[in-house]
Nanobody, 115 residues
């Protein structure tokens, strides 16, 4: 079983930056899919960015060039650096992990982009 603890959300103005963190309770090098999803009010949860097979990275088209996913295996932590934030990035962001045949989610962290 994997426990994921998300943090780092908040209120930011358009054009601003935030960094989200997700601490995992297992060695993240043993997780085959690790990354971030988001869910805006009234919308389905969608992929933002994730690692698969250790080093392959996938980004949603809407965040490419603005968001960067990174990992620190020594700390069992994955990060999402979000720059040039837009109001449409407002959502609850969830860390996710595919591990040993099951899928796990963090509790979510709210990101609000507003002036």
């Amino acid at each position: 079983q994997v426990q994921l603890v998300d943090s780092g959300g908040g209120l930011v103005q358009p054009g601003g930056s935030l960094r989200l963190s997700c601490a995992a309770s297992v060695n993240i090098d043993s997780i085959y899919a690790l990354g971030w999803y988001r869910q805006a009010p009234g919308k389905q949860r969608e992929l933002v960015a994730r690692f698969t097979s250790g080093s392959t990275i996938n980004y949603a088209g809407s965040v490419k060039g603005r968001f960067t996913i990174a990992r620190d295996d020594a700390k069992n932590t994955v990060y999402l650096q979000m720059n040039s934030l837009k109001p449409e990035d407002t959502a609850v962001y969830y860390c996710s992990a595919g591990y040993s045949g099951a899928w796990y989610w963090g509790q979510g962290t709210q990101v609000t982009v507003s002036s």
